[in-house]
């Protein structure tokens, strides 16, 4: 069976992709997503207007900087950033690369040209931001998958499980 957004979407939408996020969900899931499928899906859903894609990248790597040019031409306005090294201990570092203040200053930038925001991460970091939208009068829908959604949003949005739309988004060679 096929699960349709459009019942829980109304008027003009903006999805807002955190790709960390979708990464650990896509090694849970064991598929990955086709990001130009995940368009399509969306465009024949809702009424689509805009799509952003939020990722950390590792200097000049030519692979990723081929995918984020894909997701231009497919339509996503990427907003990507280099990640950083940051020592926790002695020899121990660990790597970052979080845009989630890009996310929200993207999405409290457009709060006015949309009537849902669907909202494509786990993370609890965002539960003002749903506040925020739900204050506005807006619809707000997260998805992502079991285990990797935060409570905090489950509590303040409609919640799309990812595993769901699997026929519909996954990535075939």
Known sequence: MKLMISQFVKGRVY?????????YSQQTLHWRVDYKKLKEYFEKEC?????????GYVGENH???SFLEKLKSFGYQVRAKEVKRIKISRNVYEWKG????????????????????ILMSG????????????????????????????????????????????????YHK
């Open 47 to 55: 009424d689509l207007r805009a799509i952003y894609f939020y990722t």
């Open 98 to 117: 979080n845009l989630d203040v890009e996310l929200i200053i993207d999405a409290l930038k457009n709060i006015d040209n949309l009537d849902t925001c």
């Open 123 to 170: 993370d609890s970091d965002f539960a003002s931001l749903l506040d925020e939208f739900k204050e506005k009068k807006k619809r707000v829908i997260v998805m992502s998958t079991k285990h990797h959604i935060s409570r905090e949003l489950i509590e303040r949005a409609k919640y799309v499980n990812i595993k769901k739309l699997k026929d519909q988004i996954s």
């Open 15 to 23: 999805v807002f992709v955190d790709a960390a996020n979708i990464l």
């Open 63 to 65: 692979k990723q900087n």
